[in-house]
């Protein structure tokens, strides 16, 4: 194995652009009064948990080369769900979540089909769902904006497992949950058959890999991940509500966002959840940084729009260079400091 | 080389992203939060602010009488655009006593007034009222106050600025935070504010049911809350040091009163309401309904619609509904008076119905226009920047140490093509 | 077919894919949405005359026919980028909003002027999207949805959230005034006293964007670039500039569609919009256009709009809800996508 190329050049910022950018966020923060306090920390990622849900599930999808819009629909169903189950039919707090869980299995075992057995494309094919999604949970909570309205284990998720530690144990369960499917994504057989599936295809299937089943298996980890968020969201926030980021910054577009700066390959094939993660804890600091709503929908597209071009002028200088004259892209490659 | 430095473009805008937030929101915001610190139990990062030079060193006492007099100057000179003084008294109501307890109220049907006493009224057990913060009692000049406003709405913004005007007026500063319409938003902004630690904060709603939750937080952290324009349930009210806004049933009612006496007490009524779930929603749609079934008894409801509030989408509603009902027809409510309006009125028009009366809950500019023009026959007049007024107003009283009611509305009236013209030029 | 591979040695090996395209397939497509609007017509009139009227009332024609009128005229101009293959703008409704914003905004320079200014902005939008996905080859839709994001931050930004009068932003002259009164009257002038002159409008833009579509060489590089991009390229058409344009001809269309919104409401706001870039989607789709591109047809385009409008009569005269409409919506618009699909694959494509 050639040894690992530690020089502080532009690919290696360019790499590690989720954690510049919380870096930078966290240094602007000394800037700015009461901003380190334990109980803003507290808050801060707490609030900003349920974006790094629908950010783990969009990234898995992603890099399996397909885009979920549903996630933000299924993670407030599940929270409506969750809630409604708990105080409507009294169901103990873990056969609730259990149960919101099972739907996002369900969602996702659909979204799957639809893409791998009906072969709609993933982006209509999801789009069509979140219609559906959105008819469901009218139905499910008519004329009732929160259905659940739930306190009694808003306590505990508030609350922090080691006193002094300024993060409640919503943000622990996330950062545990998205470590987890980092280690699964990485080292398992079919989190590795996820990034082969998105990286090419055909490949995949001539090398033997069920790309169907991994599709679909992409899929349910994305909604079961969104479902299993929204619902601890639900019981976290205490209260769900049926219009939840319809209006506003959606949450869908920050974790879009948040995914492209941690770097996940567009085309699918590349990319880490962990990057989206970094990017998101980044994204949830620089909307405590900004109280105005328009200044945040701002620089967060700023930089996002930065991250897009960068990453389309790379790709469309390589495609000027690539075929044309194979050395030169080694040399290429080379003088960017992958060679 | 070119990727080298396009990755160095990147980092420059983040970096200059970064400090642009540092410095736009150090600039503008920190500096009179920390001028008041005196009656704040402990500082955590004072040392760093040199604020001893601040004008607010001064005793309660003299500060109490500047602000007793800057408040009598603003509540006689400023005034709302359409030439009403901003910072009126409230009014009070009577709360009748509820016919049963909260479950057999909500078996009712939904025609029958009784249904809805706690929405309606703002009829909460005042023993289990949580400790408030006391008033420091020494003047509300120097004070910061944080707003947190529902959404982005053009009503909103006419709402920030006269709540601006106002706290100026009254020697006050304040921070405005717009959630736009998320509840998870609102949620993380009250943290924010609570991070700030202002002398008061003052919240619209977004969810009236979540409101309590909303409302114990602030009041947890020993900051008094303020309720503001939204209605909220019994249960918040224990955390809410004064409410203060329109008492939207009582406009609906005696608007629906009218109406009533216009249909000579027979016909059909469709209505559209407000976005599901909040106060409006129930104001808006159940009071008229409750008392047109309670007065006149010949009025049939004929629909209940939530399209939302795109012209389009309720033109298209009303258009289905005249095809629909035909003649059974004869009026609509509506729960907004700017986009809902022009919807109805075009659909009305197009389909040559100048028989439908159309009623709404107000006041904007496209709506006054309509009333002018006619082809909305009535609707109630909800001072937006008196709103804003009459929450500065409680918020300074409480800092002057003056008694305040735990519920004040804003005065009231129905706008008819008649007395339009003493509502314009429009708020918003 | 299979006596020609009758003397493979492994049977199992014999190629059974039917390689005929069925009839009704091609028929389906040729016809596509019309089909449906008729057999939506017939289901809305018996509907009707069970409610005791008529589908085909002056009243309920004319308000399907507005119902639909914006959404059309966005449809008119989104069918080339899908035709393109680049499935969908995602900038649809920032770049509606953009339009109406600099129509209230530059109000007190004229009425023509002012609406000059609202096109050409989306003409400008359309530019930028067409030389980042036409040139540079940014992925579409992660591309147009990052610039709506953006274009929302700078509207918000620069107009601090609020929502513009084109009444009270005009000064107060006669002729600033009267451009305001002539800029709401657009949505609201009735040709003959019945249709609408934003119908009318919507069936002009049609009709040009039929012409365009099929009897200009741009119209025909367009099918070879949707069809194959790289056939396209290689038989010399300059698939950049044929990309460019069709964003550029949907974005105009999006800013006039934009531009009648804002007259509809009476404010511009960067509210407005909001929506169309999926119901847009939802109608091109109905009529018959294939995601992939190079297929599908303007005129199936307007049935799709009409499908889309009947629809929505047809689900509130039975009734639904507005939410329990969106479950319908769902599904019938997977539905459509899968036959969509379907003959689609079995055309040999995709």
């Not at chain 1, 950018?21 to 700015?32: D, E, K, M, N």
């Not at chain 1, 987890?180 to 058959?193: L, P, Q």
């Not at chain 1, 200088?317 to 194979?326: C, F, I, N």
């Not at chain 2, 209940?304 to 298209?316: D, L, M, N, R, T």
Request: net charge negative.
């Amino acid at each position: 194995m050639e040894r690992k190329n530690l020089k502080f050049n532009g690919s290696f910022l360019n790499n590690n652009r989720a954690y510049l950018f919380l870096i930078i966020v966290l240094f602007a923060g000394i800037f700015r009064n009461n901003f380190f306090t334990a109980f803003n920390i507290n808050s801060v990622t707490g609030n900003g948990s349920l974006v790094m849900w629908l950010g783990l599930g969009f990234t898995i999808c992603l890099i399996a080369g397909h885009m979920d819009l549903t996630v933000q629909y299924v993670s407030t169903l599940a929270a409506l769900m969750c809630l409604g189950l708990h105080s409507r039919q009294g169901l103990p707090w873990l056969v609730c979540i259990l149960i919101a869980t099972c739907m996002g299995v369900l969602v996702g075992l659909i979204n799957g089909f639809l893409v791998t057995k009906l072969k709609i494309h993933s982006f209509i094919a999801t789009l069509g769902m979140q219609f559906v999604l959105r008819g469901v949970m009218y139905m499910y909570s008519p004329e009732e904006q929160s259905i659940g309205r739930d306190y009694s284990a808003n306590e505990a998720l508030n609350g922090s497992l080691i006193p002094g530690l300024p993060f409640s144990l919503y943000f622990l369960i996330t950062t545990l949950v998205i470590v987890i499917v980092m280690v699964f994504m990485r080292n398992t057989r079919t989190g590795r058959n996820i990034y082969m599936v998105g990286g090419n295809l055909e490949t995949a299937w001539l090398a033997g890999v069920k790309s169907n089943q991994v599709t679909t298996i992409a899929f349910v980890l994305s909604s079961a991940s969104c479902a299993l968020g929204g619902a601890l969201n639900g019981i976290y926030s205490g209260a769900a509500n049926i219009s939840m980021g319809e209006k506003g910054i959606a949450p869908l577009m920050i974790a879009l966002t948040a995914t492209i700066i941690g770097g996940t390959d567009i085309a699918g094939g590349h990319g880490s959840v962990l990057n989206t993660y970094i990017s998101l804890v980044a994204v949830a600091f620089l909307r405590a940084l900004f109280k105005k709503t328009e200044m945040q929908v701002l620089v967060i597209a700023i930089i996002l729009i930065a991250c897009i071009c960068y990453e389309t002028i790379a790709q469309y200088r390589k495609s000027k260079v690539l075929g044309t004259r194979p050395n030169l892209h080694l040399e290429y490659l080379k003088e960017i400091g992958r060679g | 080389m070119k990727r080298k430095s396009l990755a160095i473009l990147l980092s420059v805008v983040m970096v200059v992203a970064g400090c642009l937030a540092g410095c736009g929101s150090s600039g503008n915001e920190t500096a009179p939060a920390q001028t008041e610190e005196e009656s704040k139990p402990a500082d955590s990062d004072g040392g760093t602010e040199s604020e001893a030079e601040a004008p607010a060193e001064s005793t309660g006492g003299s500060n109490l009488e500047e602000s007793l007099a800057l408040f009598d100057e603003a509540v006689a000179s400023v005034m709302t655009t359409d030439g009403h003084p901003m910072l009126a008294p409230g009014v009070t109501f009577e709360v009748p006593a509820a016919e049963g307890t909260a479950e057999e109220l909500e078996a009712l049907d939904d025609s029958e007034s009784a249904k809805w006493h706690y929405y309606e009224h703002l009829d909460w057990d005042e023993s289990q009222d949580a400790q408030f913060p006391a008033s420091p009692a020494d003047g509300s000049k120097g004070k910061h106050v944080i707003m947190i406003v529902h959404g982005a709405h053009a009503w909103t913004t006419c709402f920030s600025e006269a709540f601006e005007q106002a706290c100026e007026a009254v020697g006050m500063t304040c921070d405005i935070y717009d959630p736009n319409w998320d509840q998870s938003t609102q949620d993380g902004y009250i943290d924010q504010a609570i991070n700030e630690q202002p002398d008061a904060i003052g919240v619209i709603p977004v969810s009236a049911d979540h409101a309590a939750q909303q409302f114990k937080k602030i009041t947890d952290a020993g900051i008094p809350a303020f309720c503001v324009n939204t209605t909220v349930n019994a249960e918040a009210m224990n955390y809410v040091m004064a409410f203060t806004g329109p008492n939207d049933w009582y406009q609906m009612r005696t608007l629906a009163d009218s109406l009533g006496e216009a249909m000579n007490g027979e016909g059909g009524v469709a209505y559209i309401t407000h976005n599901v779930g909040g106060s409006p929603y129930y104001a808006r749609c159940y009071g008229p309904l409750t008392e047109l079934a309670e007065k006149y008894p010949n009025i049939k409801t004929l629909d209940i619609q939530s399209p939302g509030f795109e012209a389009a989408a309720v033109k298209q509603v009303v258009a289905d509904w005249i095809t629909k009902f035909g003649d059974d027809l004869n009026a609509i409510v509506l729960a907004d008076d700017s986009d809902q309006a022009i919807g109805t009125v075009e659909a009305i028009k197009a389909a040559g119905r100048d028989d439908i009366l159309v009623v709404a809950a107000g006041i904007s500019k496209q709506g006054a226009e309509l009333v002018e023009s006619g082809d909305l026959y009535m609707m109630s007049y909800q001072s937006c920047q008196g709103d804003a007024g009459l929450a500065v107003r409680t918020m300074a009283e409480y800092f002057n140490g003056v008694d305040i009611s735990r519920v004040s509305y804003i005065g009231t009236d129905v706008i008819s093509k008649d007395n339009v013209a003493d509502f314009t030029p429009c708020q918003w | 077919m299979s006596e020609q591979i009758n003397n493979n040695p492994n049977p199992a090996k014999v190629d059974s894919r039917k390689t005929e395209i069925n009839r009704g397939i091609i028929l389906f497509n040729k016809l596509g949405i019309w089909v449906i609007v008729v057999a939506l017509v017939i289901l809305g009139v018996i509907i009707a005359m069970a409610n005791g009227s008529s589908f085909f009332g002056a009243s309920n024609v004319q308000s399907i026919l507005e119902a639909v009128a914006l959404q059309g005229m966005v449809c008119s101009g989104l069918i080339y980028v899908v035709y393109a293959g680049n499935m969908n703008d995602m900038s649809i409704p920032l770049t509606m909003a953009m339009a109406g914003m600099m129509t209230v905004q530059s109000i007190n320079l004229g009425f023509p002027i002012a609406l000059a200014i609202g096109v050409l902005s989306g003409v400008c939008i359309g530019l930028i999207n067409g030389f980042m996905i036409g040139k540079l080859k940014a992925n579409p839709i992660i591309w147009t949805w990052g610039f709506n994001l953006l274009l929302s931050g700078i509207i918000r930004v620069v107009w601090g959230g609020k929502q513009l009068y084109a009444d009270s932003v005009a000064a107060d002259t006669e002729y600033a005034q009267n451009a305001a009164n002539s800029f709401y009257a657009i949505s609201r002038t009735y040709i003959g006293g019945v249709i609408s002159l934003m119908a009318i409008v919507m069936l002009v833009m049609f009709v040009i964007s039929w012409f365009i579509h099929s009897k200009t060489s741009f119209g025909q590089k367009l099918k070879l670039v949707g069809t194959s991009y790289e056939a396209a390229r290689f038989s010399g058409i300059n698939c950049t500039r044929v990309v460019t344009m069709s964003y550029v001809l949907c974005s105009t269309a999006a800013a006039v569609g934009g531009i009648f919104y804002a007259a509809l409401r009476k404010t511009a706001s960067y509210e407005n919009g909001t929506g169309y870039d999926f119901a847009c989607l939802t109608c091109v789709l109905l009529g018959g256009t294939l995601l992939g591109g190079g297929q599908g047809s303007v005129v199936g385009t307007l049935g799709g709009v009409l499908a889309y409008g009947i629809l929505n009569n047809i689900l509130s005269w039975v009734g639904l809800g507005t939410y329990t409409k969106y479950a319908v919506q769902g599904v019938v618009f997977l539905a459509i996508v899968w036959i969509n699909t379907y003959s689609e694959r079995k055309l040999g494509k995709g």
